[in-house]
């Protein structure tokens, strides 16, 4: 259901509609409409209002929070927004009451992201973290090496295109910013599925240089070239129109070779928005807390990390939360 916030009577990223609802971000397992009111980022409120319909403008509907912005809520509970480096306009949620700090820090990540702010570490008491790639076996590589892979699949001298499955929101960016970073400038192609999330990326300020929509254009002009889609459409009968496509897809799971192989995945791309093992466990080292709550992922490896660097630790069991394919 989310995170309940007794004093206050609020919920932190609720799975069903609630009176009052603090959102971390935009993704589908954290992020829904119908609630009375919304509180989030602007950029998260914009993805909402994009993905679920929910309305900016009306005080009653939806709240924008800037970073670093405190808002009082009821019962004398504070929430500051502060990034997460997860994707557009993530946050984690800072709570203060009596005297304590918690941290929620919804889905984060710590590697520089051209797309979104950096995380943000914060001191508090309690620290609610998840675990997606809560596993020692989840070390996930430097990006530029798995951009190089990419780029070296387009240098075909076959004149197959590479066509890259990636989550809608934040992966997709990620990626076409990445590739921009490493000095790609021809025109990548995009699903329709993808255009309108990436057109509101570059609403807010990102740069992703020329995006072009796949629909209408000759097989031929997208010889060598790059194509963004979602994950669903990398076998489907959409792409049979691409010419002879490498299938690549962009997730921290293609660590796992058999879920590379359940998607017949050609060039299987490491690239995570989460944080890996060395990094949560190197996040719960800096933020210090008195006791770390673990969520949404593989929590028994992390409680044992915390036990055998006498952390105090426990889980915290939560619904409805999924790896939505990174």
């Known amino acids: 259901m989310g995170i309940h916030v007794t004093p206050a009577n609020v919920w932190i990223d609720p799975s069903q509609p609630v009176d009052v609802a ?4 935009g ?29 900016i403008g009306s005080a009653t509907h939806a709240t924008p929070v800037d970073y670093g912005e405190t808002l009082t809520l009821t019962g004398g509970v504070k929430a500051t927004f502060i990034p997460a480096g997860h994707v557009l306009g993530s946050a ?22 051209p797309t979104c702010a950096a995380f943000a ?21 430097p990006i530029a090496g798995e951009m190089n892979r990419l780029l070296a699949a387009r240098a075909n001298d076959a004149g197959r295109c590479v066509l890259v499955g990636a989550y809608a929101l934040g992966k997709a960016q990620r990626v076409i910013a990445e590739l921009r970073r490493a000095g790609y400038t021809d ?3 995009l699903h329709g599925a993808m255009e309108r999330m990436c057109r509101l990326y570059e609403e807010h300020g990102i740069d992703l240089g ?10 031929a002009a997208l010889e060598n070239a790059i194509v963004v889609c979602p994950p669903s459409a990398l076998n489907d009968r959409w792409s049979r129109r691409l010419p002879d496509p490498v299938t690549a897809m962009a997730s921290g799971w293609m660590r796992v070779r058999q879920r590379a ?22 996040t719960i080292a800096e933020v210090d807390p008195v006791e770390t709550w673990v969520t949404h992922g593989r929590e028994e490896a992390l409680l044992r990390w915390c036990a055998l660097t006498q952390r105090r630790a426990r889980a915290l069991a939560l619904t409805g939360f999924e790896d939505e394919d990174d």
């Open 22 to 25: 603090l959102v971390t971000h």
């Open 27 to 55: 993704h589908a397992d954290h992020a829904r409409g119908g609630h009375g009111r919304t509180v989030a980022t602007p950029e998260t409120l914009a993805i909402m209002q994009v993905r679920y319909g929910v309305e």
């Open 92 to 113: 984690q949620i800072l709570l203060e009451h009596a005297g304590e700090r918690v941290i929620v820090t919804g889905d984060y990540k710590r590697r520089p992201d």
């Open 121 to 141: 570490v914060t001191p508090c008491d309690v620290f609610i973290t998840e675990a997606t790639f809560g596993l020692p076996v989840f070390r996930h590589p």
């Open 187 to 189: 025109t990548i192609w």
């Open 210 to 219: 020329d995006l072009r929509p796949v629909a209408g254009v000759p097989r």
């Open 261 to 282: 192989r359940q998607r017949n995945v050609e060039l299987p791309l490491v690239i995570s928005d989460h944080a890996d093992w060395d990094e949560l466990t190197a």
